[in-house]
C-alpha cells in the first residue's frame, strides 16, 4: 500500500532563517506531488505541485520554493523566512489521473 | 477555474443527529468532488469521492454525499453524529487535469461539533 511521509511534524524558526521541509512517498511510482498551505482560520490553499522529476508548478507568488530531486521525494524550501510563512503545511500525493489526493500528516511552522 | 462554497464555518449537532455538511461548486467542467476529514494537527483523510459514477456516493464512517447537478451541489451527510466525528470537513473539486496534476481547489472548511 502507499503511504506518504512528511517532516518534521512541528517547527519553530526565527525570522531570516532557511526551511527545508521534506515529503517522501512509498508504494508508488511518479505520482504527481503537491504543496499545501493551511493558514489558521482558512482553508487549504495550493503552493506547488509536480508532475515529474524537476518538473515543479508553482501556483502563487511567494517566499517559498519546491524541488523534486527524486521521483517520490518532494522539498519545500525558502532561504529566508518571513512571519507570513507561519501555518500547516500538508504535502500530498495523487495518481496521474488524480482521482484522489492523499496527504501527509503535516508540519506546524511557526516563525518567530 | 474552478471553486467550491461551504456554507456555514461551524455547525453544530446533537449526538445521535443528522449531520448536512453543504457545499456547492462551479466547474466549467463536470467536476470530481471530495470530502475531506481534518482531525487536530493531522492532515487530511478522504472521506468520499465523486467521480462521475453513481450520484449518491458512500464513504467512510457512516458518511454520503450526493452530486446535485441541478443544484451545483455535493452536500454530506450523516445520519446519526458520534462524538468522533467532530473535526473540520473541508469540500473539494478538481479540475480533471488530462496527464498533467490534477488540482485540488478546496473550500474554507467547516468544523462540526458535536455536542451531548
Known amino acids: 500500500s502507499q503511504t506518504i511521509h512528511q517532516w518534521p511534524a512541528t517547527l519553530v524558526q526565527p525570522v531570516g532563517s532557511p526551511l527545508s521541509l521534506e515529503c517522501t512517498v512509498e508504494g508508488t511510482s511518479n505520482p504527481n506531488l503537491y504543496w499545501y498551505r493551511q493558514a489558521a482560520g482558512r482553508g487549504l490553499q495550493l503552493l506547488f505541485y509536480s508532475v515529474g522529476i524537476g518538473q515543479i508548478s508553482s501556483e502563487v507568488p511567494q517566499n517559498l520554493s519546491a524541488s523534486r530531486p527524486q521521483d517520490r521525494q518532494f522539498i519545500l524550501s525558502s532561504k529566508k523566512l518571513l512571519l507570513s510563512d507561519s501555518g500547516f503545511y500538508l504535502c500530498?500525493?495523487?495518481?496521474?489521473?488524480?482521482?484522489?489526493?492523499?496527504f501527509g500528516q503535516g508540519t506546524r511552522l511557526t516563525v518567530v | 477555474a474552478q471553486s467550491v462554497t461551504q456554507l456555514g464555518s461551524h455547525v453544530s449537532v446533537s449526538e445521535g443527529a443528522l449531520v448536512l455538511l453543504r457545499c456547492n461548486y462551479s466547474?466549467?467542467?463536470?467536476?470530481?468532488l471530495f470530502w475531506y476529514v481534518q482531525y487536530p494537527n493531522q492532515g487530511l483523510q478522504l472521506l468520499l469521492k465523486y467521480t462521475s459514477a453513481a450520484t449518491l456516493v458512500k464513504g467512510i464512517n457512516g458518511f454520503e454525499a450526493e452530486f446535485k447537478k441541478s443544484e451545483t451541489s455535493f452536500h454530506l451527510t450523516k445520519p446519526s453524529a458520534h462524538m468522533s466525528d467532530a473535526a473540520e470537513y473541508f469540500c473539494?473539486?478538481?479540475?480533471?487535469?488530462?496527464?498533467?496534476?490534477?488540482?485540488?481547489?478546496f473550500g474554507t472548511g467547516t468544523r462540526l461539533q458535536v455536542t451531548l
Open positions: 466547474s466549467s467542467v463536470p467536476p470530481y
Open positions: 473539494a473539486v478538481s479540475d480533471r487535469g488530462a496527464g498533467t496534476a490534477s488540482k485540488l481547489t
Open positions: 500530498a500525493w495523487s495518481t496521474i489521473r488524480g482521482m484522489s489526493a492523499f
